[in-house]
């Protein structure tokens, strides 16, 4: 289970902080990526960036300069940050689990559990 | 800027059989393309269907089957139920472009 948390508006220019509280086992379990996917409103979904430990995280090169996620092992959480927001940013956001699973003797990668999601508004 | 592009809305009579599909702006969608599918309700997040083209995952009834099709991911439901209408996205990894969803397919029952 993953649950999203964060402010429901933020204003143009600032960051958005988002947090992905994760249920039901431990996010220091090897095998997943942790990701972050919005919906644009009248567009599509965009994928944001995945992390997998301290030291791996990838990211949409059309985002990259502004994006962050960090694992907190601690809390069993992983957190996205977006700077310098604009209402460009204004989306539901979602949080994912991928797993990477075998079948026969391939590797493939699961997008198999996702939070509610939660909308953010990016508004003066 | 890599576009995934997929049929924009379809039309199945319940018990009938659909495909839809998913085709890359970069070429061949392959098995590293590591297609995923998902259904998505109104209010409701992504479900997840199939990943690495062809595999269901344990809650994806049998009605919903992947393939690789003419050099994109496809995904053919068979004897289609009301409860299928919903949208319909696909998801490919394009290496340094990272994940990229498709602009999904609006599923009608009628």
């Known amino acids: 289970h993953l649950q999203e948390s964060g402010p429901g508006v933020v204003k143009p220019s600032e960051t958005l902080s988002l947090t992905c509280t994760v249920s039901?086992?431990?996010?220091?379990?090897?095998?997943?990526?942790w990701s972050w996917v919005r919906h644009l409103p009248g567009k599509g979904l965009e994928w944001i960036g995945y992390?997998?430990?301290?030291?791996?995280?990838f990211y949409n090169p059309s985002l990259e300069s502004r994006v962050t996620i960090s694992l907190d092992t601690s809390q069993n959480q992983f957190s996205l940050s977006l700077r310098s927001l604009s209402a460009a940013d204004t989306a539901l956001y979602y949080c994912?689990?991928?797993?990477?699973?075998?079948?026969?003797?391939?590797?493939?990668?699961?997008?198999?559990?996702w939070g509610q999601g939660t909308f953010v508004t990016v508004s003066s | 800027q890599t576009v995934v592009t997929q049929e924009p809305s379809l039309t199945v009579s319940p018990g009938g059989t659909v495909t839809l599909t998913c085709a890359s702006s970069?070429?061949?969608?392959?098995?590293?393309?590591?297609p995923n599918w998902f259904q998505q309700r109104p209010g409701q997040p992504p479900m997840a269907l199939i990943y690495?083209?062809?595999n269901r995952h344990s809650w994806t009834p049998a009605r919903f089957s992947g393939s690789l099709l003419g050099g994109r991911a496809a995904l053919t439901l068979s004897d289609v139920q009301p409860g299928d209408e919903a949208d319909y996205f696909c998801?490919?990894?394009?290496?340094?472009?990272?994940?990229?969803f498709g602009g999904g397919t609006k599923l009608t029952v009628l």
């Open positions: 690495g083209a062809t």
């Open positions: 994912a689990r991928v797993n990477m699973i075998r079948v026969a003797q391939l590797r493939h990668y699961a997008f198999d559990f």
């Open positions: 992390i997998y430990d301290s030291e791996t995280a």
């Open positions: 998801l490919l990894y394009h290496g340094g472009a990272g994940w990229v």
């Open positions: 970069t070429g061949a969608v392959t098995s590293g393309s590591y």
């Open positions: 039901g086992g431990s996010i220091r379990r090897g095998g997943y990526y």
